[in-house]
């Protein structure tokens, strides 16, 4: 049996030279390969400049993992681990929560997987038909190496439908509690990983808590999109007089009413279940800090210019609305919009609510969600902290 293999265009390797990990189906010129399959990447000419797993149902034909012709083995997955794991700990992340991201997908070089760890319970995604091959061997080197108290499989990402992988629950490893406590900067926090959203909690948002508490004292606070209240708890452990949580799900603002018990801080919260584009449009903001961190907007690049008009929409209505001398940190998490992109977004919301706005920051995701260099891509969480007066 000759080698599977997929081989590009004439002229189509510039992007893996640079160490671009997706390829897209239309750079490629032959295929002989399973889906799901490890193969070697070849240029035109035959010679192999990469490795990586094909599928044929996606438009990113092939994500790859080495840059050589080197074929990842099973000894590369557990380096590129135990290295997002080290990351994790070098970059002081574990000193300020038991809840990080230890392994971001292209991030960390391992594209398609997600893990996340929760006070020694971990959470895993297989997002992709390659990695969900190489599921075995993944839970088995974290068991091993990291020894959690239990490993949780949350693959039900909309993508594994075109990847042409059933959505998966299940307990793969231990007994993941329904409920797990987890401290992040001294605030203690319910994580529902079996029933919340994506593996549980939002710890992207960790460094923006952390701003958002710095600026509380006395101050009043809406926190839009709230989930379990991380915001709101991080602003009324800061010294926010008041905050309220506007969410559409009831489940999450029944999490974060048990978040603010448990932090003692639920006499000044409030919980509000509303789809906050109807909520901004019938009510008055009175509240001096405003917090607006939608899910992605933009979920695919067809869905772009609808998208954009989502996410101006919102910040017009929160500019115009929003009383003198107050904050509004504004969030995006989609991939199709970059921090050029929102910061024009959110200059049109300003002009055209007409008020006068100042950034005072802007803000990337922390440090255990890595972004790599050759793939921009994984950049995802924005946050523009603006002032308006
Ligand atoms: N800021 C949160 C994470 C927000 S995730 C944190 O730091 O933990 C986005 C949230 O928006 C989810 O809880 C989801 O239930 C909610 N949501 C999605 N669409 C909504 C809508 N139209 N109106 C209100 N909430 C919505």
Same mark, same amino acid.
């Given at each position: 049996m000759t080698m599977q293999k997929v081989i590009l265009k004439?002229?189509?390797?510039?992007?893996?030279?640079?160490?671009?990990?997706?390829?897209?189906? /239309?750079?490629?010129?032959?295929?002989?390969?399973?889906?799901?399959?490890?193969?070697?990447?070849?240029? #035109?000419? /035959?010679?192999?400049?990469?490795? /990586? #797993?094909?599928?044929?149902?996606?438009?990113?034909? +092939?994500?790859?993992?080495?840059?050589?012709?080197?074929?990842?083995?099973? *000894?590369l997955i557990a380096r590129r681990l135990m290295n997002a794991y080290a990351l994790r700990v070098a970059s002081g992340?574990?000193?300020?929560? %038991?809840?990080?991201? +230890?392994? =971001?997908?292209?991030? *960390? +070089?391992?594209?398609? !997987? &997600?893990? *996340?760890?929760?006070?020694? =319970?971990?959470?895993?995604?297989?997002?992709?038909?390659?990695?969900d091959r190489l599921k075995e061997t993944i839970v088995q080197i974290i068991q091993e190496k990291l020894q959690p108290l239990s490993i949780y499989e949350r693959s039900e990402h909309e993508g594994r439908k075109m990847e042409g992988l059933p959505s998966i629950h299940a307990q793969l490893y231990g007994q993941t509690p329904d409920f797990i406590a987890i401290n992040e900067h001294g605030m203690e926090f319910l994580v529902d990983v079996i029933?919340?959203?994506?593996?549980?909690?939002?710890?992207?948002?960790?460094?923006?808590?952390? !701003?958002?508490?710095? &600026?509380?004292?006395?101050?009043?606070? !809406?926190?839009?999109?709230? #989930?379990?209240?991380?915001?709101?708890i991080a602003a009324l452990m800061g010294g926010a007089t008041k905050a309220v949580s506007v969410d559409s799900s009831g489940y999450a603002l029944s999490i974060a009413q048990k978040n603010c018990e448990l932090n003692n801080v639920a006499k000044r919260h409030v919980g509000v279940k509303a789809d906050v584009f109807e #909520?901004?449009?019938?009510?008055?903001?009175?509240?001096?800090?405003?917090?607006?961190?939608?899910?992605?907007? &933009? @979920?695919?690049?067809?869905?772009?210019?609808?998208?954009?008009?989502?996410?101006?929409? !919102? %910040?017009? @209505?929160?500019?115009?609305?929003?009383?003198?001398l107050s904050f509004v940190l504004t969030c995006s998490c989609s991939r199709f919009v970059d921090m050029k992109l929102f910061q024009k977004i959110v200059f049109s919301a300003a002009r055209d609510a007409n008020r006068e706005v100042t950034i005072t920051?802007?803000?990337?995701?922390?440090?255990d969600h890595p972004v790599s260099i050759y793939c921009p891509e994984t950049e995802y969480l924005k946050a523009i902290m603006v002032f308006i007066s």
């Open positions: 004439q002229g189509k390797e510039k992007s893996v030279l640079q160490r671009h990990p997706w390829v897209f189906s /239309g750079a490629i010129a032959t295929v002989d390969a399973d889906d799901g399959a490890m193969v070697p990447l070849c240029s #035109y000419d /035959g010679t192999v400049i990469a490795w /990586g #797993y094909y599928n044929s149902r996606t438009q990113i034909a +092939m994500r790859l993992l080495t840059f050589s012709d080197r074929k990842p083995d099973d *000894d992340v574990v000193n300020s929560t %038991n809840a990080f991201r +230890m392994v =971001h997908s292209e991030g *960390d +070089m391992l594209p398609g !997987l &997600i893990a *996340d760890w929760y006070n020694g =319970h971990c959470v895993v995604q297989f997002l992709t038909s390659g990695m029933k919340g959203q994506k593996t549980g909690f939002y710890c992207d948002q960790r460094d923006n808590r952390v !701003l958002i508490q710095s &600026i509380a004292k006395g101050k009043n606070v !809406l926190n839009l999109f709230a #989930y379990s209240g991380g915001f709101s #909520y901004i449009n019938t009510n008055d903001i009175p509240q001096n800090v405003i917090i607006c961190d939608p899910p992605a907007l &933009i @979920k695919s690049r067809s869905s772009i210019q609808q998208g954009l008009r989502g996410y101006k929409e !919102l %910040n017009v @209505k929160i500019f115009k609305k929003a009383p003198p920051g802007k803000y990337l995701q922390p440090a």
